[in-house]
T-cell receptor, first 117, second 112 residues
Framework: GAVVSQHPSRVICKSGTSVKIECRSL??????MFWYRQFPKKSLMLMAT?????????EQGVEKDKFLINHASLTLSTLTVTSAHPEDSSFYIC?????????????FGPGTRLTVL | GENVEQHPSTLSVQEGDSAVIKCTYS??????FPWYKQELGKRPQLIID?????GEKKDQRIAVTLNKTAKHFSLHITETQPEDSAVYFC???????????FGTGTQLKVEL
């Protein structure tokens, strides 16, 4: 299947700093990527849909000014957690649609474990 | 919006037995239903999916069934093995590249 990478895999930062997470589709072009948040032993909660060349679509309750999403190319989307606080600590996972596998098939990145001290 | 419920939350079976996980969805417009397997600390991996124009799909030991009228779909794993132990998530989408709504997950444990 298609390969999606994420960087970094783990980050620890101080409260108040900003953290950028990258999501890349390695062997396919992704016009749409999705960003999820997952708490321990919980399901994946969609935060936003990232569209190449346009503004992201955020889910209800997700602060767009806090979670900045940029999808500047067909293989890269970034999520920036601005002014991070301990409650932002979580597992952030991206996914990308591979049209070659069908318009709906999503492949996930390995996730980024964010810990805010 | 779409709401997906998943049962059971935990499932323990003996190696070689079958496991069944069930999901229900609320939006009759949903027409794409994937299942993902997630091992601890790892990414979710697509194991099988089904579209609403099909009632059943099988891939070796894994099968998925869909009942559109009742708005529920199920994952069936036969001849379970210890490596099947993981969290399984169902999801639903209206297709056309729309977002996935995930169920709450099922922790499957296959005991020797």
């Amino acid at each position: 299947g298609a390969v999606v990478s994420q960087h970094p895999s783990r980050v620890i930062c101080k409260s108040g700093t900003s953290v950028k997470i990258e999501c890349r589709s390695l062997d396919f072009q992704a016009t749409t990527m999705f960003w999820y948040r997952q708490f321990p032993k919980k399901s994946l909660m969609l935060m936003a849909t990232s569209n190449e060349g346009s503004k992201a679509t955020y889910e209800q309750g997700v602060e767009k000014d806090k979670f900045l999403i940029n999808h500047a190319s067909l293989t890269l989307s970034t999520l920036t957690v601005t002014s991070a606080h301990p409650e932002d600590s979580s597992f952030y996972i991206c996914s990308a649609r591979d049209h070659g596998s069908g318009p709906d098939t999503q492949y996930f990145g390995p996730g980024t474990r964010l810990t805010v001290l | 919006g779409e709401n997906v419920e998943q049962h059971p939350s935990t499932l323990s079976v003996q190696e070689g037995d079958s496991a069944v996980i069930k999901c229900t969805y609320s939006d009759s417009a949903s027409n794409y239903f994937p299942w993902y397997k997630q091992e601890l600390g790892k990414r979710p991996q697509l194991i099988i999916d089904i579209r609403s124009n099909v009632g059943e799909k099988k891939d070796q030991r894994i099968a998925v069934t869909l009942n559109k009228t009742a708005k529920h779909f199920s994952l069936h794993i036969t001849e379970t093995q210890p490596e099947d132990s993981a969290v399984y998530f169902c999801a639903a989408s209206m297709g056309g590249g729309n977002k996935l709504t995930f169920g709450t997950g099922t922790q499957l444990k296959v005991e020797l």
